[in-house]
């Protein structure tokens, strides 16, 4: 079994944390949070050690105690910046994905994604890298999600939906098949997607509205 090391001890991490080790690949984990300078600065996460900063993943030392990496924060950009110098750094980017989800045998997830309890990714959906697919969501048949997607607990995507890279889908909302979205957009929680949206817009609520910018 892999000992895994997680960046970011927040409460996403220890949901990552938890769904790996439910998986019974990992024997051992620890935390890097960019709050912590050195070791024991900030409290075990679930019993499991925070050891140092982001930067201590270069650590020779660190490299050999840990064989996989997983970025576990909220931050998309971030998160995928650190993807590429954790495999860069000789880590394995393990996919986790808890034993009561569901995914589809001809589903494809990049490396560095999560899929939490009881989501279900249905047929030839195409996920990207470093991928959220939050508790009980739904991916239906078809769709393409770039990298750095999060859907968010219990929000639905049809058939052939398409969410382009960092896009954020609130928790609880929903889209009609076919629907495009662009990079970079947030969808409110319960927001029901029924036209496509463009990069980098908020669109809320039921049929979801795209924000004016502020
Ligand atoms: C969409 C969202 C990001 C907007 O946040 P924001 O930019 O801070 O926007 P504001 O709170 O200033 O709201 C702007 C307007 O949109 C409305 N609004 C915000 N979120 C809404 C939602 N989910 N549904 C309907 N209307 C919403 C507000 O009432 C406000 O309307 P008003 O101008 O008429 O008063 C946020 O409200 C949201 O829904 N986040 C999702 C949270 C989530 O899913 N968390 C799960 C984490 S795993």
Do not use: K
Not at 17 to 44: M, N, V
Not at 87 to 103: D, K, N, S
Not at 120 to 141: E, F, K, P, R
Request: proline share 6%; hydrophobic share 50%; charged share 10%.
């Amino acid at each position: 079994m892999a000992s895994l090391l997680l960046l970011g001890a927040g409460g996403h991490a220890r949901v990552v944390a938890e769904t790996a080790l439910s998986t019974g690949r990992f024997s051992s984990i620890a935390f890097l949070d960019d709050r912590c300078s050195g070791p024991a600065q900030l409290p075990d996460q679930l019993g499991w050690p925070v050891i140092g900063p982001f930067s201590a993943a270069h650590d020779r030392q660190i490299c050999q105690q840990f064989q996989a990496a997983l970025v576990a924060i909220g931050n998309a950009t971030v998160r995928l910046q650190w993807l590429p110098r954790l495999a860069a750094a000789g880590y394995e980017l393990p996919v986790v994905i808890h034993p009561t989800a569901w995914l589809s045998p001809s589903a494809q997830l990049g490396a560095g994604s999560v899929v939490f309890a009881q989501a279900a990714i249905q047929a030839q959906a195409m996920i990207g890298s470093g991928a959220i697919l939050n508790t009980g969501c739904s991916v239906d048949h078809d769709a393409q999600l770039g990298d750095g997607v999060h859907i968010c607990p219990g929000a639905r995507l049809a058939g052939e939906v398409q969410v382009g890279d960092r896009s954020w889908i609130g928790i609880g909302a929903s889209m009609i098949q076919q629907i495009c979205i662009g990079a970079d957009v947030t969808v409110g929680a319960g927001a029901s997607v029924v036209r496509d949206l463009p990069d980098g817009v908020t669109a809320v609520g039921v049929p979801a509205r795209v924000l004016p910018t502020a």
